[in-house]
């Protein structure tokens, strides 16, 4: 009876070693299926440029949900799946809305008008925007609008893909086509990309033992300056000539 247990032991902890290698490979299209449904959140919810013009419809037609003034966008570009955030100033030259699809907007104003010449002022004038958003909207964070909900939703989803990899690159086998630091400054290009590059060469398409001159940690970092140029040049291009609706930012 003594004997038995190392006997059944072994087969066990071998076959765990088999199926895990394929649990892992296999379950890369989670991976991706999250991927994809973080993407589609996230370029839903990301703020769009707009006009006055607009500001002024969304108001009259009762779809301006919250609302904030403030002096631009803040994006620290800490990594991949953080999100802008605004720069709070109650006299701040832009304003930004959301809608009931969960969209954001934003648009460059005037600051309001002293509070002594706001009676005198046109109500359609840039003077009286913050008086007809306080009567029809809540503040940014007053209530829970769609568009905070789906940003919250990315960005918890954008954290558990990251804890993921960097679980797998940090506690898992050593990568067979470049180093663990390689990987991770790959990891930190824009829009998850990196995480999609590290999934495809290191757990989907392997190579059979480690590369002769796989990639260091320098060359991870040069490819990041390299590639997030070269994604930020595309990204402005596409955004000329697609606009803001297509290629939000």
Same mark, same amino acid.
Do not use: K
């Given at each position: 009876?003594? #004997?038995?247990?190392?006997?059944?032991?072994?087969?066990? /902890? /071998?076959?765990?070693?088999?199926? =895990?290698?394929?649990?892992?490979?296999?379950?890369?299209? @989670?991976?991706?299926?999250?991927?994809?449904?973080?993407?589609?959140?996230?370029?839903?919810?990301?703020? &769009? *440029?707009?006009?006055q013009a607009q500001l002024d419809?969304?108001?009259? !037609?009762? &779809?301006?949900?919250?609302?904030? &003034?403030?002096?631009?966008?803040?994006?620290?570009?800490?990594?991949?799946?953080?999100?802008?955030?605004?720069?709070?100033?109650?006299?701040?030259?832009? =304003?930004?809305?959301?809608?009931?699809?969960?969209?954001?907007?934003?648009?460059? @104003?005037?600051?309001?008008? %002293? #509070?002594?010449?706001?009676? *005198?002022?046109?109500?359609?004038?840039? !003077?009286?925007?913050? !008086?007809?958003?306080?009567?029809?909207?809540? %503040?940014?964070?007053?209530?829970?609008?769609?568009?905070?909900?789906?940003?919250?939703?990315?960005?918890?989803?954008?954290?558990?893909?990251?804890?993921?990899? +960097?679980?797998r690159l940090i506690g898992g086998?050593?990568?067979?086509?470049?180093t663990r630091w390689f990987w991770?400054?790959?990891?930190?290009?824009?829009?998850?990309?990196?995480?999609?590059?590290?999934?495809?060469? *290191?757990?989907?398409?392997? %190579?059979?033992?480690?590369?002769?001159?796989?990639?260091?940690?320098?060359? /991870?970092?040069?490819?990041?300056?390299?590639?997030?140029?070269?994604?930020?040049?595309?990204?402005?291009?596409?955004? &000329? +000539?697609? /606009?803001?609706?297509?290629?939000?930012?």
């Amino acid at each position: 009876m003594v #004997e038995l247990i190392p006997a059944r032991s072994r087969p066990a /902890g /071998g076959r765990w070693r088999e199926v =895990l290698p394929v649990a892992l490979r296999w379950g890369l299209p @989670v991976l991706w299926v999250l991927w994809v449904l973080w993407a589609s959140l996230a370029w839903w919810v990301e703020p &769009r *440029e707009s006009t006055q013009a607009q500001l002024d419809r969304d108001l009259t !037609a009762g &779809r301006v949900v919250t609302f904030q &003034r403030a002096y631009g966008w803040a994006d620290d570009d800490a990594y991949w799946g953080s999100r802008p955030r605004l720069q709070y100033a109650t006299n701040g030259w832009l =304003l930004a809305w959301t809608v009931p699809n969960g969209q954001t907007r934003y648009a460059h @104003v005037d600051p309001p008008a %002293p #509070e002594s010449s706001v009676a *005198e002022a046109d109500p359609s004038a840039n !003077a009286g925007w913050d !008086a007809r958003l306080t009567a029809v909207a809540d %503040p940014w964070y007053g209530v829970g609008a769609a568009a905070h909900r789906i940003t919250d939703a990315a960005a918890v989803l954008a954290g558990v893909l990251t804890v993921l990899w +960097l679980g797998r690159l940090i506690g898992g086998a050593p990568p067979l086509a470049g180093t663990r630091w390689f990987w991770f400054w790959i990891g930190l290009l824009p829009f998850g990309l990196g995480l999609l590059a590290w999934s495809y060469r *290191e757990a989907w398409r392997p %190579p059979a033992a480690p590369a002769a001159d796989r990639g260091s940690g320098w060359r /991870g970092l040069g490819w990041l300056i390299l590639a997030g140029i070269g994604i930020a040049i595309l990204v402005f291009n596409a955004r &000329r +000539l697609l /606009g803001t609706t297509v290629v939000p930012g």
